[in-house]
């Protein structure tokens, strides 16, 4: 859901301290010195535009090598300011646009304790005759006080602008961070000069004299007035005498200079225990109020309707501890063209004058609060130059006035996440500026022929972006007409409306859609082909629905495509091989449909596939392949209820980010590959209802993230572990498996057959503590111990197919050769699971280590840790 637009939030981020620093700052400390060719200052002066720097000793000339820029704007460039306190430190300032004080000065001071109010600044000083003698120099540099990370590359300056062709260089040009921050960093705004600046490093300064309790920090922006011309100062030639206190601003047309002086602020003692309001700020003119994002809590003071009637912008969203009701006193701001007062917690009915609260705003945005009532009929006819207009994530009811039909300018129109009822009206269609179309999450619509008959209407929006009606009760089919909607369209969303028929082909037309949505519906008959068209498409969603026929192979031209969900249809036919060419996908959700024939190798040869492949409840045969591996990355596999057979390849373990991995309900046979407690993320493990074999692995256990363990219904044999998931009744789950013993007593199974102390010791003591391979056998020199992953390569994986020798009651013999070695070798891969097969391990590491025979296989390695033990033989022949 959009907040208030970024071209009004910018305004919105800072307070009018520029206008308040002439009563409240010294604005006399400085001698001016213009920019070569500014209309304001003639002659010499700095020559391009820098941030401030208060360098002793530096002169005018230094700015130009500290700027980063050239503007010749008349309210932008560069300005030089001269101490006359000490006639030495000067200030260069970039970039001013629109200044409303030349600069803002605090002299030395230290910033006063949170809560407190800081010292009122001392009464300006007029600068002695030019003959006099000069002033002693300060005790300190003067320097600006600032509540924001000292960290920020802005030495401590105001800001530094630069010109760009895009928005998207500030980050490159500011080198400062993201702005997608408004709050710091780096911003871009628009000017109708022409190119747009990027403003870097808005510092903050400490408000010194305000009457708020607890005092708010405001951020440092362009500021909105021009400079006022100093007169030539005599004995500079070039430069110009400061504006004094008695010597009033040169502002704007549309800017009135202050009435009167401020009301001076008590001591910060005295202040407590009273009751100090923005309200209170009545004689100033405030242009610009704004408190978003401030983590303020309380109620809106009634006063705040008493600040001048030449406010324009009132923003005091995010802040979310805000509540109570709205004050009917707003409605007193007759300037207002922004008001923003969303993610807070505002209750009751919108005050019905706020409505009528002027015919210029331009921004009404209450979004995300816990307001009710409805919407007033003639709401377009009362703010009709609205180009913003949210409500969404509260309680209104009532239905949709068609006024708003009367809101030429309205570019966004946001009601989500209410109660609103009755249907949409069709001189919405009449919104020529309408981009973003958002009525998600009502009751809108009767489940009728005709509800989505306003999609008609909207084909006369040519700068629409976003039409999202999703989570309503819209029936009736998708209208031809949708093959009409503006090419600029980047998303439709009818998301569980109540929408039946076919989706029409022409909306292969739409080809500026990235996403499409028409989930949870009716719909019926084949999938258009020319989806497939929609290149820049990165997430279709037409799931639970009642499509029948095949995926389109067309869907393989979608390279950009990244979340697919055809899940809950009635599709049939065989996987496209094509989906393999979809690089970008990130979610394949296939899951119930009549899918059949084998998953192909393409889809598992999909780098990007990171968050779910979902092919569950289908039909699909044939084995596990080997590309499985491939998943370095991926999070969830779901292969549930199919008809896949043969063993799980070990090569599983290599899917180390699994969170997720169901192969339940399928005709998967032989062990449970060890290699699957190489899975330490592992969350849930679904393998029941297969014909599996042979023991539970030994380090399930230890897997510290499996809270769901489902091994029912197989063929499962031997001990049941008592730690880790299996602590846990209703975490696991091993029914059907009679022929297994131990585990924690409520499972009430047999006692397991328990090994004398002696041969327990032995076995003990030949476990390696270490995942390291270890060469206990007096072997060939030239045959180091090998570790896990050489063997698993040197087997082709443990191949069952290819590289199968044999097996036996405690092992596996694979073929293979190793790495740097011609001959190949036996591997024997120890069942570590099946009882006895340490023993086993143990009694042949040791016979073969004493006996020499030429009818006896020649015992070259081995490969021995916890998890894994293996011996490496020389390979012979008809050997197995």
Known sequence: MDGIPSSYSLLGFFFVLAILSFSQLSTADYVYCGKQGDPYCPGKGCEAPVFASPDPGSNCAT?????????NDMYRGSYCYISPQDAIHRYCLCCVHYMQDDAIYIPPTTAPAPGELAPQTPPYVAPPPPHAEP?????????????????????????????????????????????TDVLQGVFCYDTSAGKPYCNCCVRYVEVT???????????????????????????????????????????????????????????AKKQKGKDHHLGDLSQLIVKTLGLHDNNLSGEIPTTLGNLSSSLTVLDIGYNFNLKGRIPSTLSQLTSLKILGLDSNKFSGIVPSSLYNISSSLEVFSLMDNQLHGSIPYDIGFTLPNLTYFSVAINNFTGTIPSSFSNMSKLEKFQLGTNDFVGSVPLQLGNLKSLKVFRLRENNLGNGQANDLNFLDSLVNCTNLKVIEVSYNNFGGGLPSSIANLTSNLVELNLRRNQIYGSIPSGIQNLQGLTTLILGINRLSGNIPAGIGLLQKMGMLGLAENKLFGSIPSSFGKLTQLIELYLNGNNLTGIIPSSLGNCNSLQILDLHTNRLSGNIPKQVFQLPSLSRLLDLSNNSLTGSLPLEVSNFK??????????????????????????????LDGNFFQGNIPPAITFLKGLQSLRLSHNNLTGTIPNGLENLTMLIELDLS?????????????????????????????GGIPDLELPNCPILSKQKQSKSVHMKSKSVLPIMPLDVSIRFKGVSYNELFKATNRFNDSTNLL?????GTVYKGVLQDESNPVAVKVLHLQQRGATKSFIAECDALRKVRHRNLLKILTCCSSNDFKALVFEFMQMAV
């Open 135 to 179: 002033p002693p120099p300060p005790q300190a540099p003067p320097v600006f006080i600032l509540n924001h990370d000292p960290a920020v590359s802005c030495d401590r300056g105001y800001t530094v602008t630069t010109h760009v062709d895009d928005c998207s260089e500030c980050n490159e040009r500011c080198k400062s961070g993201s702005f």
């Open 63 to 71: 700015c130009s090598e500290r700027c980063k820029g050239d503007y």
């Open 713 to 741: 219904y197989n063929n499962l044999e031997g001990v049941v572990p008592k730690d880790g998931v299996f602590k846990n009744m209703s975490a696991f789950s091993i029914k059907g498996s009679n022929k297994l013993c």
């Open 209 to 267: 004299q305000l009457p708020i309790a607890p005092p708010m920090p405001a951020p440092m922006v362009p500021p909105v007035v021009t400079p006022t011309p100093p007169t030539e100062d005599p004995q500079t030639p070039g430069c110009f005498v400061p504006v004094t206190e008695q010597t009033p601003p040169v502002y704007p047309p549309d800017i009135k200079p202050v009435a009167s002086p401020p009301t001076p602020v008590p001591d």
């Open 633 to 662: 990355s991926l999070g969830v596999l779901i292969l549930s209820n199919n008809k896949l057979s043969r063993e799980i390849p070990s090569i599983i373990g290599e899917c180390l980010s699994l969170s997720k991995l169901r």
């Open 806 to 810: 044999g097996k036996g009651s405690f």
